[in-house]
């Protein structure tokens, strides 16, 4: 499509076979693991910057685009979106995240549940529920 630079150079270019490596799993708790042994600045910084992030939502991201691999539309991908997105906004950690980072300004929020280890299937399920009548839809175009 003629999108992509083809940028060989640069910390991301330089660093692609270490985040393909970190970053394979389907597991958050792996990919930290993946990233917690290596020693490199790189992968500190980022473990580090994962750590500030609500589990729930690195979870629920990560089951995202692992779906999306396997879409067969983007019209699946904004529709199955537009579902977690609605669940965030329902979300303890969206009050949450605001109350630290706007009323606040504390830039401590506590995320429910505050482990990645924590996060049950249970509470990831309502990110990805078909929500009927109110599902996103698009027009087939003729």
Do not use: H
């Amino acid at each position: 499509m003629g999108f992509a630079t083809g940028e060989k150079a640069g910390p991301v270019a330089a660093g692609q076979a270490a985040i393909d490596r970190w970053f394979a799993f389907d597991r958050m708790q792996d990919i930290v693991a993946a990233l917690a042994g290596d020693g490199s600045e790189f992968a500190q910084a980022t473990l580090k910057t994962l750590g500030e992030k609500s589990p729930r939502g690195m979870v629920v991201t990560l089951g995202l685009l692992r779906l999306a691999r396997t879409a067969s539309s983007l019209e699946d991908c904004l529709a199955r979106e537009y579902r977690a997105a609605l669940e965030v906004f329902r979300s303890d950690d969206f009050r949450e995240g605001v109350r630290a980072a706007v009323i606040d300004k504390d830039r401590n929020p506590k995320w429910s549940p505050p482990r990645i280890e924590e996060v049950t299937p249970e509470m990831v399920a309502p990110y990805f529920a078909e929500i009927g009548a109110d599902e996103l839809v698009f027009e087939q175009s003729k």
